[in-house]
Nanobody, 122 residues
Framework: QVQLVESGGGLVQAGGSLRLSCAAS????????MGWFRQAAGKERERVAG????????YYAESVKGRFTISRDNAKNTVYLQMNSLKPEDTAVYRC???????????????WGQGTQVTVSS
């Protein structure tokens, strides 16, 4: 199985930045599309960003487009989420996930990290 561990969450003021990391185990990391999901209080889980196994293609939810950047370093088995211009509505638990198929549906993702809290103060 693949183990995923997120880090980099915390408390930040509105307009600030955070960089999340997701470290993966295993030798087949490049076979997996990776996604960042978040779930805020009272809201459904949503995929905010995705990246193909090779890193050739990316996806962003409309709510974060232009502010967040997803990237991966397959040599380090790590995927990143750079979050700029943070807003209070970005407050959520952020989880990375791995999928052999990709896409926006959580059901397609086989492995999940434990989650890291991001809190943006107004």
């Amino acid at each position: 199985q693949v183990q995923l561990v997120e880090s980099g969450g915390g408390l930040v003021q509105a307009g600030g930045s955070l960089r999340l990391s997701c470290a993966a185990s295993g030798r087949t990391f490049s076979s997996y599309a990776m996604g960042w999901f978040r779930q805020a209080a009272g809201k459904e889980r949503e995929r905010v960003a995705g990246i193909s196994g090779s890193g050739d293609s990316t996806y962003y939810a409309e709510s974060v487009k232009g502010r967040f950047t997803i990237s991966r370093d397959n040599a380090k088995n790590t995927v990143y989420l750079q979050m700029n211009s943070l807003k209070p509505e970005d407050t959520a638990v952020y989880r990375c996930a791995a999928s052999l198929r990709g896409g926006p549906r959580p059901q397609r993702y086989d492995y999940w990290g434990q989650g890291t809290q991001v809190t943006v103060s107004s």
